[in-house]
């Protein structure tokens, strides 16, 4: 793992993703919950979004669903959003984004996919 790289992913998604549009993000160890970089990090909220992560797997695996999980979001008020996934094996993400800030699409569909390959790299 490479902390200064992780970083640098870290801040080059902020910085591309536009003044304000992300609010919060964390990424954190899927076990432990403990954050191992961020931006306006909230470990609270990441052990609490954590949680969420779990019992969604285990509750669709009771259901008779694939227990895979790659992401979830929560609409907030505010035009505000939380999205949780999973990196790695042992590795999670959290991030609260600003929706009046930049566009779902451009978020799901270019921004994201870039920084989890960084943050894929510098696990590596």
Do not use: C, H, W
């Not at 902390?3 to 964390?26: P, Q, W, Y």
């Not at 694939?66 to 094996?89: A, R």
Request: aromatic content about 12%; hydrophobic content about 40%; overall charge negative.
């Amino acid at each position: 793992m490479n902390m200064n790289d992780l970083r640098k992913a870290v801040d080059t998604f902020v910085e591309s993703s536009g003044d304000g549009a992300i609010v919060t993000t964390d990424l954190f160890d899927s076990f432990s919950g403990m954050t191992i970089a961020g931006f306006n990090s909230n470990p609270t909220s990441s052990a609490l979004f954590n949680g969420i992560y779990n019992q969604l797997l285990e509750s669709l695996g009771n259901s008779g669903f694939p227990d895979q999980l790659k992401y979830y979001y929560l609409y907030l008020e505010n035009d505000q959003i939380v999205i949780v996934g999973q990196v790695k094996e042992v590795y999670r993400y959290a991030m609260i984004v600003n929706l009046k800030k930049i566009p779902l699409g451009m978020l799901l569909g270019i921004l994201l996919p870039k920084y989890l390959k960084n943050i894929e790299d510098a696990l590596s």
